[in-house]
Nanobody, 114 residues
Framework: VQLQASGGGLVQPGDSLRLSCAAS????????VGWYRQAPGKQRELVAS???????QYVDSVKGRFTISRDNAKNTVYLQMNSLKPEDTAIYYC?????????WGQGTLVTVSS
């Protein structure tokens, strides 16, 4: 199983980014997927998740700003991030949960700074 994350970068406060994570080697449509992040000196936290049935959840700090979605035909999960804040700066990791078996992508760095 491989998860390839992309889309990170350096942006200014208020800007937008879209992260993508493409999966291979697994039945993506039958998996729950999510995005985690880890900021310097902090623990990794779950940012957003979407179940195999399409139910989404978000951490309170990103509600109304971030949107998680999935395209099962492309085996890809997205994280649309709008109105970015400096506190969103972190390495973002995609995660796939296939009936209790967990897989991680390599991480993509998002830096929000003026």
């Amino acid at each position: 199983v491989q998860l390839q994350a992309s889309g990170g970068g350096l942006v200014q406060p208020g800007d937008s980014l879209r992260l993508s994570c493409a999966a291979s080697g697994i039945i993506f449509s039958n998996s729950n997927v999510g995005w985690y992040r880890q900021a310097p000196g902090k623990q990794r936290e779950l940012v957003a998740s979407i179940t195999r049935g399409g139910v989404t959840q978000y951490v309170d700090s990103v509600k109304g700003r971030f949107t998680i979605s999935r395209d099962n035909a492309k085996n890809t999960v997205y994280l649309q991030m709008n109105s970015l804040k400096p506190e969103d700066t972190a390495i973002y990791y995609c995660n796939l949960d296939h009936w209790g078996f967990m897989y991680w992508g390599q991480g993509t760095l998002v830096t929000v700074s003026s």
